[in-house]
């Protein structure tokens, strides 16, 4: 157990299991997923400007191309 500057106490083994538990309540897959260098930054760049997230982009894509 350690105390934090705001003098909780904390407990890592505890913490650690509360969320463990909640990953696996989520219901979501995570899949590594690499991109190339010039097109992610292209990616990064649109999405600024747009003010998404690249995870609801991503997602949008998934089910556009289930939906074919």
């Known amino acids: 157990m350690a105390f ?3 003098g909780k106490k904390f407990d890592k083994d505890e913490h650690h299991d ?9 219901d979501t897959t995570q899949y590594p997923l690499r991109i190339p260098t010039a097109l992610h930054k292209k990616v990064k ?5 747009e003010g ?4 609801a982009v991503l ?3 998934l ?6």
Not at 18 to 26: E, G, S, T
Not at 52 to 55: A, G, I, T
Not at 63 to 68: A, T
Request: aromatic share 4%; glycine share 4%.
């Open 59 to 61: 997602i949008g894509m």
């Open 18 to 26: 509360k969320m463990k538990k909640r990953m696996d309540n989520l």
């Open 4 to 6: 934090i500057e705001s």
């Open 52 to 55: 998404v997230n690249l995870r």
């Open 45 to 49: 760049i649109k999405i600024a400007k």
């Open 63 to 68: 089910e556009e191309y289930v939906k074919k």
